[in-house]
């Protein structure tokens, strides 16, 4: 059996993500998720109002500079473990028992002596940052002392400005002792200078092998004239431009103009062939599950929970497949952080480090099955779980993470923008 | 003394108007002023917006959402008018026939607005869905070709706008047949008119300012939605709404989706003026 070779994140270019291309990750259950993006077009009518002060919009991307040494010793100096920590993350991201506790919740407070007050409030990067931007904007508190949010254009709205605080990494031992050397040091936060990263996933194809009677293994099976109709589309401009660009043979990062072009044609003339059942967001996996698609782009974990029976805390569907096309698949890492004015960043930062211990690690790989950034978990699990250790979708290869791709990261505004006009344009009809 | 009382008479009014006013200005004015400028700024999220005066973005936004745009006075008209064919009977049944159990009907009418309107939405999904309850049924039992797909269409969209609004057009018409004096409806027998003539000669017209205020009060929002679009609709089936959330909240481009609201604003604007003026307030308070 292959070395556990989790994800080398630092040779795959960068991760950064330009604004505005935001999508929602690991959240399974459409209709929490649907009823806060719904309710978030108020919220983000609030943000708008906060924005729109003094009325002309200023600009966030001013601040972020490199802290010195100093000032971030002495403010961590100054703080104090206080036994309680608010922690916002996705809905189904942590493992969970009988009653709904979380097993690693609990023992982190049995080690600690930190009540922590878990809230699955992050439903979708981009519902929940109109909730916590307005506060950070005003200087004020967000109530929460740590955050999941995904690399790319989400936590850069928050790294940009300079919202979050540089962690000390004498709190991070077990990070640095644990962590895979390959997602220590991103390229979207050099140093792990402010976030660590929670887990990390793969966006690929999701069928219904009671519907598809043959094996599934390029993109462009997507485009199978057999399934007219019947397939699902991401609608968010990450997943399904790089994939296309993947698809095509092409490294998203060293795309170019012309190229992105010729990708958004291609998906416009399945458009107009009537392929694509719908654009979807995070509603998808219903619609696999419902019949209404036999084939989608889809996020691996989901597909891994829809297969699982309704008693192993899945949705019970076990003819869904995932697949990474064999043209490549884009991967992903959602990251802890802290953001500015917590009130109890030492507890947030001692979770941060406490999740990096291998044992707890491997029994929440074992429960979200995402891609773990502790390898050390991957031994755990060979003895208990070993469906799960050898899954290359949870612990991938080398050979794996040579053909998975990190989001296109834009350069400036100008690319971002022509990135937006041209892939937003087939989406938007 | 009597001065001080003529005073307090003059400022009455205003006294009375003042937190209506305040509020109208502070949560209606002040952010539709904010809304209209923000439109002709230019800029980006991280370096901030600029007023420039960008008009051009009008012409832009029209010309890249004309389709959006047609399509939502077309699922709120067609919405509006279906909504209005269903609860018209329904409103005058409650009304003429529904005796002591009016008060239990009408409950019922709105019973479906204690449960989310998104969670309705989305349980129709589920209803409708390729293989669910009802399609699945039906097609095991060959009563379907096994392609049928009811979502995903423009008449999933206006079958869930006209669902959701439905109460927005039957109340309004409830009130107004309800308010009929039903003595005019006997005298109009009494004058030999047929039952056909009674309801097109007197209960119809009389009606006249519920299925104008109905009219609106459904057909408004059922232009401006998006979450039947986005839930029911397919690839070809997004409104306005749903390009504006687009434009506002994924590709952050403030001022095109403020543009959009505006345009969208003036346009409804101008459709209700001319929706008064055809079967307006004049003929209204004639009616009345």
Not at chain 1, 26 to 35: A, M, N, P, V, Y
Not at chain 2, 37 to 54: A, E, K
Request: aromatic share 12%.
């Amino acid at each position: 059996m292959k070395d556990p070779e989790p994800l080398d994140v630092s040779k795959l270019d960068s991760i950064r993500i330009d604004p505005a291309l935001w999508r929602g990750l690991t959240q399974r259950r459409f209709s929490r998720r649907d009823l806060l993006k719904y309710t978030g077009y108020g919220a983000g009518s609030a943000g708008l109002a906060a924005f729109l002060a003094a009325c002309g919009v200023s600009g966030t991307a001013t601040k972020h500079t490199t802290p010195p040494v100093s000032a971030v010793e002495a403010f961590w100096k100054k703080q104090h473990k206080t036994g309680t920590l608010n922690f916002a993350n996705w809905p189904d991201y942590i493992d969970k028992d009988d009653n709904g506790n979380s097993p690693t919740l609990l023992k982190f407070t049995q080690q600690t002596g930190i009540k922590v007050s878990y809230h699955e409030v992050i439903a979708d990067n981009e519902v929940f940052l109109p909730k916590v931007l307005p506060a950070l904007q005003a200087g004020q508190d967000t109530g929460y002392d740590l955050m999941v949010i995904t690399n790319g254009d989400p936590l850069d709205e928050l790294l940009k400005p300079g919202y979050l605080i540089p962690l000390d990494h004498s709190y991070l031992k077990t990070f640095e002792q644990y962590a895979n050397p390959k997602i220590k040091n991103p390229p979207y936060d050099p140093g792990n200078q402010y976030t660590v990263a929670w887990q990390s996933g793969l966006t690929g194809i999701g069928w219904n092998s009671k519907k598809i009677k043959r094996p599934i293994t390029t993109f462009f099976d997507l485009f199978d004239p057999a399934f007219k109709g019947k397939v699902g589309f991401f609608e968010n401009l990450q997943d399904y431009p790089n994939a296309i660009l993947v698809a095509m043979g092409l490294n998203p990062q060293t795309s170019t103009q012309d190229e992105w072009k010729k990708a958004a044609d291609m998906v416009l003339e399945q458009f107009n062939k009537g392929q694509f059942r719908h654009f979807y967001n995070n509603n998808y996996i219903d619609a696999l599950e419902n019949g209404d698609i036999w084939i989608t782009q889809a996020w691996s974990g989901d597909i891994q929970i829809a297969q699982l029976s309704v008693a192993d805390g899945g949705d019970g569907y076990p003819e869904m497949r995932f697949v990474i096309p064999k043209e490549g698949g884009l991967i992903w890492t959602d990251n802890m952080c802290i953001p500015q004015h917590a009130q109890h960043p030492v507890d947030a930062i001692m979770m941060m480090d406490f999740v990096y211990q291998p044992q707890v690690a491997a029994e929440m790989t074992d429960y979200i099955q995402y891609i773990s950034p502790v390898p050390a978990a991957q031994q755990i699990l060979q003895g208990s779980d070993p469906a799960v250790a050898n899954n290359h979708e949870v612990f991938p290869t080398t050979d794996d993470l040579a053909h998975w791709f990190p989001y296109k990261v834009f350069k400036d505004n100008a690319e971002t923008e022509a990135w937006k006009t041209i892939f937003g344009a087939v989406t938007n009809q | 003394m009597s001065g001080n009382d003529r005073l307090g008479r003059r400022a009455a009014p205003y006294l009375l108007t003042m937190p209506g006013m305040l509020w109208l200005v502070a949560f209606f004015l002040a952010p539709l002023v904010l809304m209209v400028t923000l439109s002709t700024q230019t800029g980006n999220l991280l370096d901030g917006f600029r007023q420039t005066w960008h008009f051009g973005i009008y012409p832009q936004v029209i010309w890249q959402y004309q389709h959006q745009f047609l399509r939502s006075f077309e699922y709120g008209g067609a919405a509006t008018i279906i909504a209005l064919v269903v609860s018209y009977p329904l409103a005058y049944w409650i009304a003429f026939h529904g005796g002591r159990r009016k008060t239990t009907l009408l409950f019922l009418l709105i019973l479906p607005f204690f449960v989310s309107f998104v969670i309705r939405t989305l349980a129709w999904q589920f209803i409708l869905a390729d293989d669910g309850i009802v399609l699945g049924a039906l097609k095991r039992w060959h009563l379907l070709p096994s392609g049928y797909h009811a979502l995903a269409t423009s008449t999933a969209v206006i079958s869930g706008l006209a669902y959701n609004f439905l109460p927005f057009m039957a109340l309004p018409l409830y009130v107004s047949l309800e308010r009929i004096d039903r003595s005019v409806v006997e005298a109009a027998g009494d004058l030999y008119a047929s039952g056909r003539d009674v309801f097109l000669r007197v209960i119809l017209p009389l009606s006249l300012p519920g299925v104008f205020a109905g009219g609106l009060l459904t057909f408004v929002p059922a232009t401006g939605d998006y979450v039947n679009a986005d839930v029911l609709g397919g690839t070809r089936n997004n409104m306005v709404g749903n390009a504006i959330q687009r434009e506002y909240l994924e590709f952050f481009h403030y001022p095109a989706g403020a543009a959009m609201s505006t345009i969208l604003m003036v346009l409804l604007l101008v459709g209700i003026f001319a929706y008064a003026r055809a079967l307006g307030t004049r003929s209204i308070q004639e009616y009345v």
